[in-house]
């Protein structure tokens, strides 16, 4: 499994419609497109010198296939609108990370 991690500073002058824009519209449609199998948004609880706030948002996919064909075919598609909407009030970082065992209490 892998989790393909978008790690987001958002402003505080645009927080509340960042957020809602994310759970409401980007985080559906980005599993809509079928290539990944679970998202998770977390905010990060450290307090960044550059000011905002800062989340994590982890979208779990089958393999590093799947996660290829996201890029190739829908990446660029799918960064646009906040690229438009946030651009000058927004960092954004990706990081692929593959799972390499889960644990649960026994």
Same mark, same amino acid.
């Given at each position: 499994?892998? %989790? @393909?991690?978008?790690?987001?500073?958002? =402003?505080?002058?645009?927080?509340? $419609?960042? !957020?809602?824009?994310?759970?409401?519209?980007?985080?559906?449609?980005?599993? $809509?497109?079928?290539?990944?199998?679970?998202?998770?948004?977390?905010?990060?609880? %450290?307090e /960044?010198?550059?000011?905002?706030?800062? @989340?994590?948002? $982890? @979208?779990? &996919?089958?393999?590093? =296939?799947?996660l290829?064909?996201?890029?190739?075919?829908?990446?660029?598609?799918?960064?646009? /609108?906040?690229?438009?909407?946030?651009?000058?009030?927004? !960092?954004?970082?990706? &990081?692929?990370?593959?799972?390499?065992?889960e644990f649960?209490?026994a």
């Amino acid at each position: 499994m892998i %989790i @393909y991690n978008v790690t987001i500073n958002i =402003d505080d002058t645009v927080h509340n $419609q960042w !957020v809602q824009w994310m759970t409401e519209k980007h985080i559906p449609e980005m599993l $809509q497109l079928g290539k990944f199998t679970a998202a998770k948004m977390v905010k990060v609880l %450290i307090e /960044e010198e550059m000011g905002g706030t800062t @989340y994590s948002v $982890q @979208y779990t &996919t089958e393999s590093m =296939d799947m996660l290829q064909r996201y890029y190739n075919e829908d990446a660029p598609k799918m960064r646009e /609108e906040g690229l438009k909407l946030f651009a000058d009030k927004m !960092v954004a970082f990706r &990081t692929e990370l593959e799972v390499v065992k889960e644990f649960q209490p026994a």
